[in-house]
């Protein structure tokens, strides 16, 4: 049996940030875009790497389903925890949208 192998953290790292994530692993590629007068890292996920994972998106507040293609989309001041999925229709018509979604009465809340 082989030793257990600790590795200490870096110092100076709180916490897991959204430039750990390699854009390879989501199978897709990262570009940065400006929108609200933020700069926002964009990426493009590949259907196969969300196989298993359902997402809500906030364009239109409906599920992404399972092992389809979207993008995710965080400011580039932020975390991994500010991370949205979207569908890629959504992002891209996200200047054209109402800043507030209807939702019908049995819809979800969250």
Not at 17 to 34: F, K, L, N, P, V
Not at 42 to 62: E, F, I, L, M, N
Request: glycine share 10%; charged share 25%.
């Amino acid at each position: 049996m082989s030793p257990r192998r600790n590795r200490p953290k870096a110092a100076g790292s709180s916490g897991r940030s959204a430039e750990d994530d390699s854009a390879g692993r989501y199978g897709g590629w990262q570009s940065s875009e400006s929108w609200q007068g933020e700069d926002w890292s964009v990426r493009h996920v590949a259907g196969a790497s969300a196989q298993g994972k359902t997402y809500r998106c906030p364009g239109c507040d409906q599920l992404i389903p399972s092992g389809v293609p979207h993008v995710v989309a965080w400011p580039e001041h932020a975390g991994v925890d500010d991370r949205r999925h979207w569908h890629k229709a959504c992002w891209n018509a996200k200047d054209r949208r109402t800043t507030r979604v209807q939702r019908s009465r049995n819809g979800p809340r969250f």
